[in-house]
């Protein structure tokens, strides 16, 4: 027997921009629909008219395609699907599964005062739920839920979870004025659309239950569930706006790869034995819900610049300065210009965290007016000794233009130290900073190289 395709889906609802921990929890389903050749769905949730904007779709869809996150089969709206959920509704009202409400906002407020004032949690106390004949008034549809026994979830990450029958209310599925509800929704879109697997957010646990038995009412079978835990800032506290860039487009203008932060975001929550960086490739490889820890896990925004280092290492030249171009409209096609710049390249690589610390920090190389940081150009080429300096051009001007390699340059240098017994910094700090303005530069050779002779003589001589 073949068994079932996997389905898993993403629901987003566009009341906000995709925050990290959604995208977390769209690429477990989509990992996991991609280990087992599945679908992976994508589907808005747009039902709450008033706080659903179009932007924050237009946002969420760009952020999904920018983390590589391909939906398959149709983009599903619910706004478009009103009357899908309404035949389910009509459906369950007459197997006796729903019934009428006709109870007024004056009597659900009292009855949940009397509630309160007897210590009781509010619930609806089912007055409408045996009626014997309609009455010609306003009315909701509520769902008639076992009176006692328990629903267990049987969560793929939280293990069994047990939720009494009595604490769940007969809860509305189709309001006064015909519009389905949350809970309702939800489930007649994930059996409608074959969801093998529900993997979402632990902070809709306790929606489970109530969503279990709207589909046992329907006489449907249970798809499995996998409640993934929350992400914490690093106060402990969950994740949110406090805590700096929680909007996955915010990852992406501060210079972030999708890579990293798809990297990033899986490894919280989930491990493959001592394996750091991944793939996407190996994702799809390796990703299960057997790995997935049960408690929350703390976004470190260092160990995400580390994450990101190391894919900008394994990123080809061209498609990473494509990127930094498109994000910051710099223009680096300089770093085509011969071995020198890409030596220069591969250096920088290695040393950035964020691509975006390249608006500033390549400039020297990029033109030849760049902004200079005055404390080390006080420090360094106010105080230069002269004799140095004009020993230091000769040294440099003797090698030729077309062997200004960083061996042949810092090299000379070096001998030029040995031989009069000047201590290497004497040399290297003023020239590292009359080249790149500042202290914290790639390696000096390196920087030689990529200027070429010309301009480097001309900075020194400045
Ligand atoms: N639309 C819900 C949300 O954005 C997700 C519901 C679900 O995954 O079941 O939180």
């Not at 220069?344 to 007016?369: C, M, P, V, Y």
Request: one cysteine or more.
């Amino acid at each position: 027997m073949t068994s079932p395709k996997i389905v898993t889906r993403f629901a987003p609802s566009p009341t906000g921009m995709l925050h990290v921990g959604g995208a977390r929890t769209a690429l477990f389903s989509y990992f996991f629909a991609r280990r087992h050749s599945g679908d992976f769905l994508l589907r808005i949730e747009d039902t709450d008219t008033e706080r659903s904007k179009k932007e924050y779709e237009v946002e969420i869809l760009e952020s999904m395609k920018w983390l590589g996150l391909e939906w398959d089969r149709e983009l599903y709206y619910q706004s478009k699907r009103f009357d899908i959920y309404r035949d389910f509704a009509r459906q369950l009202l007459k197997t006796g599964h729903a019934y009428k409400c006709y109870c007024t906002t004056t009597e659900l407020d009292e009855m949940r005062k009397t509630a309160e004032k007897n210590g009781q949690k509010p619930m609806y106390d089912r007055r409408c739920r045996n009626l014997t004949a309609d009455k010609s008034l306003p009315f909701v549809l509520r769902l008639k839920l076992p009176l006692d026994g328990t629903t267990v979830v049987s969560d793929l990450i939280h293990g069994d979870v047990t939720f009494d029958n009595k604490e769940i209310d007969d809860f509305i599925i189709l309001r006064s004025n015909d519009t389905p509800t949350y809970n309702f929704t939800v489930v007649v879109d994930d059996i409608e659309m074959k969801v093998s697997h529900i993997i979402r957010g632990d902070d809709h646990l306790n929606n489970t239950p109530k969503q279990i038995l709207i589909m046992k009412a329907c006489g449907f079978s249970i798809p499995k569930f996998a409640h993934v835990p929350m992400i914490l800032g690093p106060d402990k506290v969950k994740l949110s706006k406090r805590h700096g860039a929680v909007a996955v487009t915010q990852y992406r203008e501060q210079g972030y790869l999708p890579e990293a932060l798809v990297n990033h975001l899986i490894r919280l929550g989930w491990s493959h034995g001592d394996q750091e960086i991944f793939s996407k490739d190996d994702l799809i490889k390796t990703f299960d819900l057997e790995h997935c820890g049960k408690s929350a896990s703390v976004f470190e925004v260092g160990k995400l610049d580390w994450i990101n280092n190391q894919h900008i290492q394994k990123k080809n030249d061209l498609d990473l300065r494509t990127t930094a171009e498109n994000l910051y409209g710099l223009d680096l096609s300089k770093f085509n210009d011969g071995v020198g710049a890409q030596k220069l390249f591969k250096a920088l690589k290695e040393r950035t965290q964020k691509l975006s610390e390249w608006k500033d920090s390549i400039n020297w190389f990029l033109g030849d007016s760049f902004e200079k940081d005055a404390k080390a150009v006080d420090e360094n080429l106010k105080a230069w000794n002269p004799e140095i300096k004009a020993a230091v051009i000769q040294t440099l001007l003797n090698i030729p233009a077309s062997d200004f390699t960083s061996e042949r340059t810092f090299g000379a240098l070096k001998t030029l130290a040995q031989e009069k017994s000047w201590k290497i910094p004497q040399l290297a700090k003023p020239v590292r900073v009359a080249l790149t303005g500042t202290l914290n530069s790639p390696d000096l050779g390196i920087c030689m190289e990529a200027l070429g002779s010309e301009r480097v003589i001309s900075r020194l001589t400045r």
